[in-house]
């Protein structure tokens, strides 16, 4: 089975294909402001290496947020185009656990504002719901020693981000199945009082 998963949520444009369990191809670019000028080209540019089309894709798997409200919405966009004009199955993903991957740990995009989208995983499973915190509020878990990926520049750390390729597959039994592509929107987090 070929998959196809995207990602422009955030900073990166990240576009993986893959089939069954492997990563035929990958693009994990630095693209904030341009994914939308970037994804369709990298897409027929990868569909061009691999001489397939659009057609061969069996699914879809993009994730659904939290990050930039247009950024979300652009491979959401096309996932949901491609999904309804050629009826590939389609799955989404949160971007917290795309940047968790199989990881013991804490994923961090930045909410502007002194604020931090965050979400627990272990083994790719959640072991709270994505969220927001303040950034004092996460500060105290950064400085504990637990282990955080993402946006660690926000606490005088290297950003920590991974192979997002690879973490599309590696969490492939975490992809939810979208029942209907027309209603799929992206998951915006409201802010949660006890961190505010």
Not at 80 to 99: D, F, G, I, R
Not at 143 to 150: E, L, M
Not at 180 to 194: C, G, R, T
Request: glycine share 6%; aromatic share 10%; proline share 2%.
């Amino acid at each position: 089975m070929y998959a196809l998963g995207m990602d422009t949520s955030h900073a990166f444009l990240v576009i993986c294909l893959m089939k069954d369990d492997k990563v035929l191809d990958a693009v994990q670019m630095f693209g904030r402001l341009r994914q939308s000028q970037l994804l369709v080209m990298e897409v027929r540019k990868m569909f061009d290496r691999q001489n397939l089309a659009a057609k061969d894709i069996d699914a879809l798997v993009v994730t659904r947020g939290p990050g930039s409200y247009t950024g979300v919405r652009i491979a959401m966009t096309f996932a949901k185009v491609l999904a309804s004009n050629a009826e590939k199955k389609l799955y989404t993903l949160s971007t917290l656990q795309l940047y968790a991957g199989l990881e013991d740990c804490y994923s961090i995009i930045d909410a502007r504002a002194k604020r931090v989208y965050v979400g627990r995983y272990k083994d790719g499973k959640p072991l709270m719901e994505d969220t927001i915190y303040t950034n004092d509020k996460m500060k105290e878990i950064v400085s504990d020693g637990t282990k955080v990926v993402g946006d660690l520049h926000l606490f005088g750390r290297e950003d920590a981000y991974g192979d997002l390729c690879r973490n599309f597959v590696l969490l492939r039994d975490q992809w939810t199945p979208v029942e209907n592509v027309d209603l799929l929107a992206p998951s915006y987090l409201k802010s949660n009082e006890e961190y505010l």
